[in-house]
T-cell receptor
């Protein structure tokens, strides 16, 4: 059974800091992992999707890494801005196949101006 | 459409009433998913559609929950005899394919409050 855990649950940082969000998963037989952003009262926005054949994926100031052997993924945010304030969720496929993603409970990030 | 559309955005109902939640996926997307997000909890998988059929209904919490999809497009999630524990945000997502990788596009959700 796939279980996804995110640490920390909440994070508050001053603007400009580089930060790392952590995601752990129990079933390493995954072929991709996704990171999402959720703003209050909104749905989820896909940020990065890492395939199992990749170790990293980058988009702007965001970089996500995947280490299947250790069951971990990290989301690195460079030079954080107040607009980055949101909840960040990671999701790994469940054992049933590609469509059933198991989500972590998220990291609630607040970047202070 | 431009994105996944869900209606209503908010629904307040009395315990015991039936409710219907609607999802309009991105045009052309064959896969459609319903998730539930309770306060302080992660997203909970409810059901997945490929076209009009639902190969996986394993996440539906009870037989009070049902969903259908017509014309390979619009989906409706119905909750009968609502209970207070049904209060949550119900999120719909669609995807253009089911082969890996699968990028999900989410709607803004329906906030359901059962009094």
């Amino acid at each position: 059974k796939q279980e996804v855990t995110q640490i920390p649950a909440a994070l508050s940082v001053p603007e400009g800091e580089n930060l790392v969000l952590n995601c752990s998963f129990t079933d390493s037989a995954i072929y991709n992992l996704q990171w999402f952003r959720q703003d209050p009262g909104k749905g989820l926005t896909s940020l990065l999707l890492i395939q199992s054949s990749q170790r990293e994926q980058t988009s702007g100031r965001l970089n996500a890494s995947l280490d299947k052997s250790s069951g971990r993924s990290t989301l690195y945010i460079a030079a954080s801005q107040p607009g980055d304030s949101a909840t960040y969720l990671c999701a790994a496929p469940g054992p049933s196949g590609t469509y059933k993603y198991i989500f972590g409970t998220g990291t609630r990030l607040k970047v202070l101006a | 459409g431009a994105g996944v559309s869900q209606s209503p955005s908010n629904k307040v109902t009395e315990k015991g009433k039936d409710v219907e939640l609607r999802c309009d996926p991105i045009s052309g997307h064959t896969a459609l998913y319903w998730y539930r997000q309770s306060l302080g909890q992660g997203l909970e998988f409810l059901i997945y559609f490929q076209g009009n059929s639902a190969p996986d209904k394993s996440g539906l919490p009870s037989d009070r929950f049902s969903a259908e999809r017509t014309g390979g497009s619009v989906s409706t999630l119905t909750i009968q005899r609502t209970q207070q524990e049904d209060s949550a945000v119900y999120l719909c997502a669609s995807s253009g394919s089911t082969g890996a990788p699968v990028k999900l596009f989410f709607g803004s959700g329906t906030q359901l409050s059962v009094l």
